[in-house]
């Protein structure tokens, strides 16, 4: 019996419409055009901060190992985080779904009578529709790394995890800009561009009661909460309001601080082709008595949603060791071809493929899996070995095999069907005798001018296939 | 339950696997990374941080302040943000008074005058800990004398380094002063002027933070 | 090049895999890999009752579909001689997948361990195991390769086949842009997501075509039958009667440059 679907469930349905919203992107030779410009631009960026290959192999390795141990002492290490965080003075909040977690965010809003919460970039804070649940709370809740705030002006969603507004030209940050920001002169000049969105900004910053933000890495035995980030706007939310909320998964914690360094370098080189970003913020406490800035309270929100499902499974916690880098839909042919509004996710890219039906349930994402050669780019740059193929391959047989008792996952069997199922029993019945392989191939060779002209998809942009009139075997044959 | 009691029940219930042995992090970077002298260190923090668009200027103990007053005279700034608990912060204040700069000491929490720091404070001068060679990396311990924002809110962010205080790696930064016993409330590493790629891939400086910075490099020579 | 092949001495005999898509749809590749190989003095040994690797279903979610197919493959090799596979996709599934595949089941996972060490891909074996340097006979010409991802980077022999075509003094291999990246087949992702996958193998193609190559070779067939089938769909909508770019698997390609009186 599939588990049942908890009432917290979002309401994604992001397979519905998966191939419509491919379709539309594909067909757009300007949005093609930008987004294979920009994931040339990175993946170019990132292959000269690997110039050595031992290097890199190493170091993901290290990566790997340094993920894969601390998932495996997780439930231990979240517990340590959370006393050495509670001595520091920070307050440690837990939440099984996105509803709990909003309502822990917008409580502590409230409590302060806030009314502007100050965002830095947090794709859990995504996750969760932090920005929804406020609005309907009556707090304003304001993007403040760039590539948010244009997105959240356009009333859209990030099309990439590192680089939200990548579907979008400046030319058309230039409109938006001039349609939404008051009183500036239409520019598309990407200086002038920034320098607008700077001084919007920070007049927000000195003004918000909440500072929000994600967490990149949260060390254990110190009680620390590491941020990446370019802009600075991550320090702004983290520093100038009053009360700081961080909000991350369970799986972002690391036991020692040197685990840090590993994973920093590895992210930072993978993401962006930098060598190191130019802030690394490490934040063990609110402000002390005697300092003159810094939140005076800090809270961390620890986010499971679906990720102790994945944990449960041996293969299938090998999702858990992501570091959020963005390197796997830099190089994805598919993402290339769609961006990331197609997904209908989140997390878009093959990570996005992954992660997603964990916290949405296969109900709502058995078909994603389906968009995916198996080439394995992905897999080849992931800085923590993500064996991501084989973990579509999973999830693929998670979605279309017969739903049965004790699923690993979530709506296990929802893209079950029978005739699918029975289509293949048929192949393997059929390729597995020799007798029945050669019967249907010499037929086919036989009658392969029978093959209709229109094979379905496969003929919407190539011609037909046709058996050859020999078969290898009877060539040899022939040949004696 | 409690969602913490849940949480941590699903994840226990499933120990029975996972990776057990210690990662070697040391070992990794001892056969990974080179330990430079001094002079090395220097020279590779220098180009990194400049490649990430930060200036940089050779002083020493005795022309720091003459080199600083020339780069705020260049930038026809007049307003400097300093530290007065600090030495360097006194001798800043002393010296360029002289000079048409005003100094103003962050004095008070930030409260009492949030409005000033973000609308009249064109340049801050703080001092590093230390930095890192590999990625040319600015390492603050913000704290009662030099707080957070002195390196985030003013335009142009002035830092005084020295450069005995250069390691190679962030690794060794962090395993040498023993940080997993001594960390701030905020301990930072700061590469460069704050940025953003965010528009089309289009690099541009001063997102959010300083848009200039520019670090005194104390040596023995100059 | 894979390691088994550095360690390898050179065999007498082979077993030779020629893949479901070679025997059904690329015969001439397959007989032509044959001839190849005898013409290096080997006995090359043609199991009958082999069928296919079974990863179609394996890849499309369909293990235990999957694991009846293999199952019955892992039982036509018994003599301890390297299977040379003319595709690295299909190799990739032998090598690597058959002993993932029947973790559950000892007895064959013991044989799909066997099996496996003994898969080799047909431009590695040529190269690393036979030390095959092709002695060109043909006139001048420019072609492109496209390497397959599972050859590339399942199999990691991604540079033999272009080893293999630089022996050859006339042929300039032409490098096109986005060389790493897939075609778009990928098996029954391009019946799911046509979409996409179409739109991978036009600018496939298009990046071969702007090289100026006048053919196409790989050591996968299955990408030659996305690459060429959509080629020739474009040529049938532009109206050409002459394929602009053809194409074919690099056994043939090598067989034909070092026969004697070859014109290509």
Not at chain 3, 42 to 52: A, D, G, K, S, Y
């Given at each position: 019996?599939?588990?049942?679907?908890?009432?917290?469930?979002?309401?994604?349905?992001?397979?519905?419409?998966?191939?419509?919203?491919?379709?539309?992107?594909?067909?757009?030779?300007?949005?093609?055009?930008?987004?294979?410009?920009?994931?040339?631009?990175?993946?170019?960026?990132?292959?000269?901060?690997?110039?050595?290959?031992?290097?890199?192999?190493?170091?993901?390795?290290?990566?790997?190992?340094?993920?894969?141990?601390?998932?495996?002492?997780?439930?231990?290490?979240?517990?340590?985080?959370?006393?050495?965080?509670?001595?520091?003075?920070?307050?440690?909040?837990?939440?099984?779904?996105?509803?709990?977690?909003?309502?822990?965010?917008?409580?502590?809003?409230?409590?302060?009578?806030?009314?502007?919460?100050?965002?830095?970039?947090?794709?859990?804070?995504?996750?969760?529709?932090?920005?929804?649940?406020?609005?309907?709370?009556?707090?304003?809740?304001?993007?403040?790394?760039?590539?948010?705030?244009?997105?959240?002006?356009?009333?859209?969603?990030?099309?990439?995890?590192?680089?939200?507004?990548?579907?979008?030209?400046?030319?058309?940050?230039?409109?938006?800009?001039?349609?939404?920001?008051?009183?500036?002169?239409?520019?598309?000049?990407?200086?002038?561009?920034?320098?607008?969105?700077?001084?919007?900004?920070?007049?927000?910053?000195?003004?918000?009661?909440?500072?929000?933000?994600?967490?990149?890495?949260?060390?254990?035995?110190?009680?620390?909460?590491?941020?990446?980030?370019?802009?600075?706007?991550?320090?702004?939310?983290?520093?100038?309001?009053?009360?700081?909320?961080?909000?991350?998964?369970?799986?972002?914690?690391?036991?020692?601080?040197?685990?840090?360094?590993?994973?920093?370098?590895?992210?930072?080189?993978?993401?962006?082709?930098?060598?190191?970003?130019?802030?690394?913020?490490?934040?063990?406490?609110?402000?002390?008595?005697?300092?003159?800035?810094?939140?005076?309270?800090?809270?961390?929100?620890?986010?499971?949603?679906?990720?102790?499902q994945a944990?449960a499974d041996e293969q299938l916690r090998k999702t858990l060791?992501?570091?959020?880098?963005?390197?796997?839909?830099?190089?994805?042919?598919?993402?290339?071809?769609?961006?990331?509004?197609?997904?209908?996710?989140?997390?878009?890219?093959p990570?996005?493929k992954i992660i997603s039906p964990h916290?949405?349930?296969l109900?709502?994402t058995a078909?994603m899996a389906t968009?995916s050669?198996l080439?394995?780019?992905c897999g080849?740059?992931?800085?923590?070995?993500i064996p991501i193929p084989d973990l579509l391959m999973r999830l693929r047989e998670e979605s279309f095999t017969?739903?049965h008792?004790?699923p690993a996952m979530r709506g296990q069997g929802a893209g079950?069907?029978?005739?699918?199922?029975?289509?293949?029993?048929?192949?393997?019945?059929?390729?597995?005798?020799?007798?029945?392989?050669?019967?249907?191939?010499?037929?086919?060779?036989?009658?392969?001018?029978?093959?209709?002209?229109?094979?379905?998809?496969?003929?919407?942009?190539?011609?037909?296939?046709?058996?050859?009139?020999?078969?290898?075997?009877?060539?040899?044959?022939?040949?004696? | 339950?409690?969602?913490?009691?849940?949480?941590?029940?699903?994840?226990?219930?499933?120990?029975?696997?996972?990776?057990?042995?210690?990662?070697?992090?040391?070992?990794?970077?001892?056969?990974?990374?080179?330990?430079?002298?001094?002079?090395?260190?220097?020279?590779?923090?220098?180009?990194?941080?400049?490649?990430?668009?930060?200036?940089?200027?050779?002083?020493?103990?005795?022309?720091?302040?003459?080199?600083?007053?020339?780069?705020?005279?260049?930038?026809?700034?007049?307003?400097?943000?300093?530290?007065?608990?600090?030495?360097?912060?006194?001798?800043?204040?002393?010296?360029?008074?002289?000079?048409?700069?005003?100094?103003?000491?962050?004095?008070?929490?930030?409260?009492?005058?949030?409005?000033?720091?973000?609308?009249?404070?064109?340049?801050?001068?703080?001092?590093?800990?230390?930095?890192?060679?590999?990625?040319?990396?600015?390492?603050?311990?913000?704290?009662?004398?030099?707080?957070?924002?002195?390196?985030?809110?003013?335009?142009?962010?002035?830092?005084?380094?020295?450069?005995?205080?250069?390691?190679?790696?962030?690794?060794?930064?962090?395993?040498?002063?023993?940080?997993?016993?001594?960390?701030?409330?905020?301990?930072?590493?700061?590469?460069?002027?704050?940025?953003?790629?965010?528009?089309?891939?289009?690099?541009?400086?001063?997102?959010?933070?300083?848009?200039?910075?520019?670090?005194?490099?104390?040596?023995?020579?100059? | 090049?894979?390691?088994?092949?550095?360690?390898?001495?050179?065999?007498?005999?082979?077993?030779?895999?020629?893949?479901?898509?070679?025997?059904?749809?690329?015969?001439?590749?397959?007989?032509?890999?044959?001839?190849?190989?005898?013409?290096?003095?080997?006995?090359?040994?043609?199991?009958?009752?082999?069928?296919?690797?079974?990863?179609?279903a394996y890849t499309s979610g369909f293990p235990d579909?999957a694991r009846?197919?293999?199952?019955?493959?892992?039982?036509?090799?018994?003599?301890?001689?390297?299977?040379?596979?003319?595709?690295?996709?299909?190799?990739?599934?032998?090598?690597?997948h058959?002993?993932k595949l029947?973790a559950?089941?000892?007895?064959?996972?013991?044989?799909?361990?066997?099996?496996?060490?003994?898969?080799?891909?047909?431009?590695?074996?040529?190269?690393?195991?036979?030390?095959?340097?092709?002695?060109?006979?043909?006139?001048?010409?420019?072609?492109?390769?496209?390497?397959?991802?599972?050859?590339?980077?399942?199999?990691?022999?991604?540079?033999?086949?272009?080893?293999?075509?630089?022996?050859?003094?006339?042929?300039?291999?032409?490098?096109?842009?986005?060389?790493?990246?897939?075609?778009?087949?990928?098996?029954?992702?391009?019946?799911?997501?046509?979409?996409?996958?179409?739109?991978?193998?036009?600018?496939?193609?298009?990046?071969?075509?702007?090289?100026?190559?006048?053919?196409?070779?790989?050591?996968?067939?299955?990408?030659?039958?996305?690459?060429?089938?959509?080629?020739?769909?474009?040529?049938?909508?532009?109206?050409?009667?002459?394929?602009?770019?053809?194409?074919?698997?690099?056994?043939?390609?090598?067989?034909?440059?070092?026969?004697?009186?070859?014109?290509?």
């Open positions: 019996m599939n588990a049942p679907l908890p009432e917290h469930a979002l309401q994604f349905m992001p397979s519905a419409g998966f191939r419509a919203r491919s379709k539309e992107v594909v067909e757009n030779p300007f949005l093609r055009k930008s987004f294979r410009g920009a994931m040339d631009f990175l993946i170019d960026k990132r292959i000269t901060q690997f110039p050595d290959k031992e290097e890199l192999e190493s170091l993901r390795t290290l990566g790997e190992h340094i993920r894969q141990y601390n998932l495996g002492k997780l439930p231990d290490i979240l517990e340590q985080l959370e006393t050495r965080l509670t001595e520091n003075g920070v307050h440690v909040h837990w939440a099984e779904t996105p509803d709990e977690a909003n309502a822990i965010i917008l409580g502590i809003c409230q409590k302060h009578s806030a009314k502007l919460m100050i965002k830095g970039k947090s794709m859990v804070s995504e996750e969760i529709e932090l920005n929804h649940a406020a609005e309907a709370a009556g707090i304003d809740a304001m993007e403040s790394d760039m590539g948010e705030y244009i997105v959240q002006l356009a009333g859209e969603k990030p099309s990439h995890i590192i680089m939200p507004a990548i579907h979008k030209t400046k030319e058309e940050i230039a409109k938006l800009f001039y349609e939404k920001v008051p009183g500036i002169d239409y520019t598309d000049n990407v200086d002038a561009l920034i320098q607008i969105g700077r001084n919007v900004l920070r007049e927000k910053f000195l003004v918000a009661d909440i500072g929000l933000s994600g967490v990149n890495f949260a060390v254990a035995e110190t009680g620390t909460l590491c941020l990446v980030e370019n802009e600075g706007n991550g320090r702004m939310s983290t520093t100038v309001p009053p009360v700081h909320i961080a909000i991350t998964g369970i799986e972002k914690i690391v036991e020692k601080l040197e685990h840090v360094p590993p994973l920093l370098s590895l992210l930072t080189r993978s993401a962006t082709g930098q060598n190191i970003s130019t802030y690394f913020n490490m934040i063990s406490g609110p402000r002390k008595s005697h300092e003159k800035d810094g939140p005076t309270e800090v809270h961390l929100v620890l986010l499971d949603n679906g990720r102790s944990y060791q992501c570091i959020r880098c963005g390197a796997c839909m830099n190089h994805c042919p598919v993402y290339t071809r769609i961006g990331g509004h197609a997904y209908g996710t989140t997390y878009p890219g990570i996005g916290m949405l349930g109900e709502a078909t968009a050669s080439c394995g780019a080849e740059v992931c800085p923590v070995k017969a739903p008792a004790n079950y069907s029978a005739l699918v199922t029975g289509i293949w029993r048929g192949w393997a019945f059929v390729y597995r005798s020799p007798f029945w392989y050669r019967t249907v191939t010499w037929l086919g060779s036989r009658f392969g001018w029978l093959m209709p002209s229109k094979q379905g998809p496969w003929t919407t942009v190539r011609v037909p296939l046709k058996p050859a009139p020999k078969r290898l075997r009877d060539m040899l044959k022939e040949r004696g | 339950m409690s969602a913490r009691e849940r949480i941590l029940a699903k994840l226990r219930a499933s120990e029975k696997f996972g990776e057990r042995v210690e990662p070697d992090v040391a070992s990794w970077f001892a056969g990974h990374r080179r330990v430079e002298s001094g002079a090395e260190k220097a020279a590779r923090f220098r180009h990194c941080i400049e490649l990430a668009h930060a200036e940089v200027y050779n002083v020493n103990r005795g022309s720091w302040l003459q080199k600083l007053w020339e780069v705020l005279a260049a930038k026809e700034i007049t307003r400097l943000l300093v530290s007065p608990g600090t030495e360097h912060g006194q001798r800043a204040m002393s010296g360029l008074a002289d000079n048409d700069i005003e100094c103003r000491g962050y004095d008070q929490a930030i409260e009492q005058w949030k409005d000033e720091m973000f609308h009249q404070t064109p340049a801050s001068l703080t001092t590093a800990r230390a930095a890192i060679a590999e990625t040319g990396t600015l390492v603050l311990w913000p704290d009662a004398d030099e707080p957070r924002l002195m390196s985030l809110v003013p335009p142009v962010h002035i830092v005084l380094l020295d450069a005995s205080k250069i390691y190679n790696t962030f690794y060794e930064a962090m395993q040498q002063e023993g940080w997993k016993d001594s960390l701030p409330t905020n301990a930072l590493l700061i590469s460069g002027p704050s940025k953003t790629a965010d528009i089309q891939v289009t690099l541009a400086y001063g997102a959010h933070g300083p848009k200039e910075l520019i670090v005194l490099l104390l040596g023995e020579e100059a | 090049m894979s390691e088994q092949a550095k360690n390898s001495q050179r065999p007498t005999d082979i077993y030779f895999f020629a893949t479901c898509v070679v025997d059904q749809f690329y015969p001439g590749a397959g007989l032509d890999a044959i001839t190849l190989l005898e013409r290096e003095g080997i006995r090359v040994h043609f199991p009958e009752e082999q069928t296919c690797c079974g990863q179609p579909e009846k197919v293999a199952a019955h493959q892992l039982t036509l090799f018994p003599e301890n001689w390297p299977v040379v596979v003319p595709s690295g996709s299909c190799g990739g599934m032998m090598k690597h058959y002993p029947f559950n089941d000892p007895a064959r996972q013991a044989q799909a361990e066997a099996l496996s060490s003994r898969v080799y891909e047909f431009t590695d074996f040529l190269v690393n195991v036979l030390g095959y340097q092709p002695e060109d006979k043909g006139s001048d010409c420019t072609i492109v390769l496209h390497t397959s991802c599972a050859a590339r980077r399942e199999m990691d022999v991604h540079l033999t086949g272009r080893q293999l075509l630089g022996n050859l003094s006339h042929v300039k291999v032409a490098l096109q842009d986005h060389e790493s990246e897939c075609c778009g087949f990928g098996g029954t992702f391009s019946i799911k997501q046509p979409e996409i996958s179409g739109a991978m193998v036009e600018d496939k193609v298009k990046s071969l075509k702007a090289t100026g190559a006048e053919r196409v070779v790989s050591a996968d067939c299955g990408c030659l039958m996305n690459i060429l089938g959509h080629a020739a769909w474009k040529d049938k909508q532009e109206g050409r009667s002459t394929p602009s770019l053809p194409g074919e698997h690099i056994a043939s390609f090598l067989l034909r440059r070092t026969e004697e009186r070859s014109s290509k």
